[in-house]
């Protein structure tokens, strides 16, 4: 969890920004999202700044839910990874932290929490938070864990 107190310090100091994500609600706030390998479809709703700032201030143990801009070499999406889900140190209130890959490092499909750590310990990518706060329900698994080997995105749609 040293890369959870990480992503909280990171939100705690984060420069007030004026930009939001629309309002998502419902089906339109549906996503796919990785947790520990495995695909779920997970729903979003961002929370107002001011109650954002009021969770980030007094809830510790708000999750941390990873996303990138990045494309991927095969010019997919990177999925968003989940640090806990339902039975695992859940809490549906999630902090977004963006994934930066450095330059000269080529954009990758990290797949757990761990890995997320394990490349940022490594240098290979930068986090960074505006401080944006979402209600997130873990809806169920998106389909089956992919076989070794098959791409993640040929899973989507």
Known sequence: M?????????????????AQAGNL???EGSMPAIYDGELFTVNFKEM???AADA??????????????????????????????IQG????????????KFKPGVTPRQLMSDDEVE????????????????????VIGPKSLPAPKGEELGELMP
């Open 88 to 99: 695992d140190g859940f809490n549906p209130l999630w902090l977004e932290i963006e994934i």
């Open 2 to 18: 040293k890369l959870h107190a990480i992503a909280l310090a990171i939100a705690a100091t984060w420069a007030l920004s004026t």
């Open 118 to 137: 394990d490349a940022f310990m490594a240098g290979e990518i930068d986090l960074d938070s505006e401080g944006e706060v979402y209600r997130c329900s």
């Open 25 to 27: 609600n419902g089906r």
């Open 55 to 84: 969770l980030l201030a007094h809830n510790s143990s708000v999750n941390i839910i990873y996303t990138s801009e990045a494309t991927l070499p095969d010019s997919s999406h990177f999925v968003a990874v989940l640090d806990a």
């Open 48 to 50: 107002p700044d001011k």
